[in-house]
């Protein structure tokens, strides 16, 4: 059975920072692209961000290019998540995700952009 818990998010400041993580389990995760999604209050889910398997090719949604790293740890089966110059439409529920936008994710975690 696949298992992702995220976690990390919080409350910051617009021009803030924070790490998310996602442990991963129940599945090969090194032979996985790996991906994270948010959803923002009465919006639907974003892909915003996907690692292929080797860790090496990254993708980014327009919208966070150039202030969000995804990256991955294989040894550890944790997918991370740095966001930097957070913004206040950055303010949702972040989701790890096996596969695409419509694979299976965890339980998400808050992230609010508030001064």
């Known amino acids: 059975e696949v298992q992702l818990a995220e976690s990390g998010g919080g409350l910051v400041q617009p021009g803030g920072s924070l790490r998310l993580s996602c442990a991963a389990s129940?599945?090969?995760?090194?032979?996985?692209?790996m991906c994270w999604v948010r959803q923002a209050p009465g919006e639907g889910l974003e892909w915003i961000a996907g690692i292929l398997s080797g860790g090496v090719s990254t993708y980014y949604a327009d919208s966070v290019k150039g202030r969000f790293t995804i990256s991955r740890d294989n040894r550890k089966k944790t997918l991370y998540l740095e966001l930097t110059d957070l913004k206040t439409e950055d303010t949702a529920i972040y989701y790890c995700a096996q596969g695409g936008l419509d694979g299976p994710r965890g339980q998400g975690t808050q992230v609010t952009v508030s001064s």
């Open positions: 129940g599945f090969d995760f090194s032979d996985a692209y």
